[in-house]
């Protein structure tokens, strides 16, 4: 395996077809990491040639983030480089921090791979700024090569984006880079919005509104962590249980009809059909990289009244703070919305996580974080009035 410092390079091989960011974790800071399609100036034609978590594909598929491949601190990008549009000239991979609450000091380095066997390390102590560009493929004398890059920036995405020529929706007018911005074109595509709403006691609700009321495919995640069993005999006879977290739906329909979508029963709905949601696996350990995945037909959603997601411990002792559980919800052309279960000190198995309500055809998100004892107490405490009998898996 050939290793590069920051500005070495090396032919990329002719299998390349993905390439992998080790970045590490930081406690209450989120790592993302984008892909940006560049031609000869250095700049992306437009906003869709951004591709990142709210963007996952570009150029027709030429690359591609994929999240389910994934697990915390590591990302991963496909790319077929023969499909790249005339005038790309690099693809340019870049780690920012969400909402700049830490720099990337806090993590010793970045390692990147190909599978081809070709790799490099970008030492990250000591720094502090909140986006750094990590690595470029370009092509040289008809072919192409992977270099290892390092350049930090101040400002976070916003700032990074605006660098590359990305019409940052919200930006500040004047970010401040580490490296002097150039200035912006017009854009040639709609603005990305780079936003994520975190809803939190402070701000528990968001609206979101289509003209024609048609949302596409809403994608709602949940995300974990098994915390690693304690050693040692104390540790097995009194140390935390692995848990199974679930992910499920309470759903009402404007016609008053009651479901309930979830792993336990089999019950795992439908997407084309009534109730118009679907959920997509049961991660029994925690361990799979993307959590569980539950989708809801937003084409459908006048036909919606409310739906409640929720999420339940079904084996193990009921602790939350095993989990880090968190929910996530991508709504096509809306900002990425997420709630944190993140209120540790109940011991009851189950969390009623947020209820999403037609209000006249938008949707209005709020963050409940109530944790209850049974689907029957949660029921009974939002008015769903289900019949409730004991279920297996």
Known sequence: ????????????????????????TIPGAEIDVSAFLVGQDGKVRGDGDMCFYGQPRVAGGAVEFLPESGRAGQSVFSFDLHRLPRGVEKIIFAATIYENRASFGRIPGITVS???????????????????????????????????????????????????????????????????PAPVPPPAA????????????????????????????IRCNLNWQQ????????????????????LGALVEDRYGNKFCVQALGNSFGDFTYAPYVRLKGDDRTGAVADGEWLEINGQQWPEFNRILLFAFIYDG????????????????????????????????????????????????????????SSHRYMDAHYGWGMNWVAGRK
């Not at 920051?6 to 960011?21: C, W, Y």
């Not at 994520?196 to 024609?212: G, M, N, Y």
């Not at 690693?228 to 977290?245: E, H, N, Y």
Request: glycine share 12%.
């Open 190 to 217: 709609p603005t990305v919005s780079l936003s994520k709403v975190s809803l939190t006691k402070e701000k528990a609700t968001v609206s979101l509104k289509k003209p024609d009321g048609r949302f596409g495919t």
């Open 114 to 180: 190909c599978e081809t066997g070709l790799s490099g390390q970008i030492p990250c102590t000591g720094m502090t700024e909140t986006a750094l560009m990590l690595a470029e493929l370009y092509q040289r004398n008809g072919q192409w090569k992977l270099r290892m890059l390092g350049q930090g920036f101040n400002g976070g995405l916003p700032a990074l984006a605006t660098h590359l020529g990305v019409d940052v929706a919200g930006a500040p007018s004047s970010p401040a880079p580490a490296v002097k």
């Open 317 to 372: 002792v009921p602790d939350w703070r095993q989990t880090d559980g968190v929910v996530r919800l991508f709504i096509p052309d809306q900002p990425e919305i997420e709630v944190r279960m993140n209120e540790f000190g109940s011991q009851d198995g189950m969390c009623a996580v947020a209820l999403l309500e037609n209000h006249g055809g938008q949707i209005k998100v709020k963050r409940e974080v109530k944790f209850f």
């Open 1 to 24: 395996m050939q290793s590069l410092t920051p500005g070495a390079n090396a032919p990329l091989g002719a299998l390349a077809s993905r390439i992998q960011f080790e970045t590490g």
């Open 227 to 246: 915390r690693p069993p304690a050693r040692g005999i104390m540790g097995g006879l009194f140390g935390s249980q692995q848990v199974d977290l679930d």
